[in-house]
């Protein structure tokens, strides 16, 4: 007997579902996630301040936080940018952003602003001197998401990423880690081998940097 076309595709589209980003998908994982986010990203904090550190900025720039979270880069970011300056994240999940939002009115910044909505249909008011894309996967994935970030990036704005990856070859063992980080974090393992290809051919000098182990990467360049 033939299957109705819609249960013929299914398992077609369960065995892609991993190797391209799936909007439905990242935000069930980030509701279930936003009230221990924090606790789980404490082991990985070392890596946003190095990513923060690469963004090199100043007092009075302004900066994108893309896939800001619960605003955990923000108390970094403000320590930077002073009052003069100002930050603006970009979250789809409604839950994530709502911590985000009593975050920054408990510390009373004024200075940042939040934008409720996916990466590549977000509608940026600002030409920012830095962007900051920390674990956000499923972005660095997104060619449109880059591509709208940078058009409201000023000329040779800095962009830093940092996220996981495959381990190298001599640290294979810790590609556990890393699958079992993806399947809570992402809603595709492509690209990760090379996360930041999509990004390279949209800066000047790409530099990448390795971190525990090779699991992790931070890449830093210049907006052409």
């Not at 892609?16 to 998908?25: K, L």
């Not at 069930?28 to 890596?47: K, N």
């Not at 190095?50 to 720039?61: C, F, M, Q």
């Amino acid at each position: 007997m033939d299957l109705p076309p819609d249960d013929r595709s299914q398992p077609f589209q369960r065995l892609t579902r991993w190797f391209t980003p799936n909007r439905s998908m990242a935000l069930r994982q980030y509701r279930s996630r936003a009230r221990i986010y924090d606790l789980e990203l404490a082991l990985f904090e070392p890596v946003r301040r190095r990513a923060i550190d690469l963004l090199h900025l100043k007092n009075g720039d302004r900066v994108l936080d893309v896939g800001c979270g619960t605003g955990l880069s923000f108390s970094a970011l403000e320590g930077l940018v002073g009052r003069e300056g100002s930050i603006v994240g970009i979250e789809q999940s409604p839950e994530m952003l709502e911590r985000a939002r009593a975050r920054a009115a408990e510390n009373r910044w004024k200075n940042v602003a939040l934008i409720s909505a996916s990466v590549e249909e977000a509608a940026i008011p600002i030409a920012a001197d830095a962007a900051l894309f920390h674990f956000t996967h499923d972005i660095m994935r997104t060619p449109s998401a880059l591509a709208n970030v940078v058009s409201h990036l000023k000329p040779g704005a800095r962009i830093v990423a940092s996220g996981l990856k495959w381990a190298p070859i001599w640290a294979m063992p810790l590609n556990v880690l890393v699958w079992n980080a993806a399947m809570r974090s992402t809603s595709t393992i492509e690209g990760l081998t090379r996360p930041w290809s999509h990004l390279e051919p949209l800066v000047s000098g790409l530099e990448l940097e390795q971190m525990l182990g090779g699991t992790v990467y931070v890449a830093s360049g210049v907006v052409k």
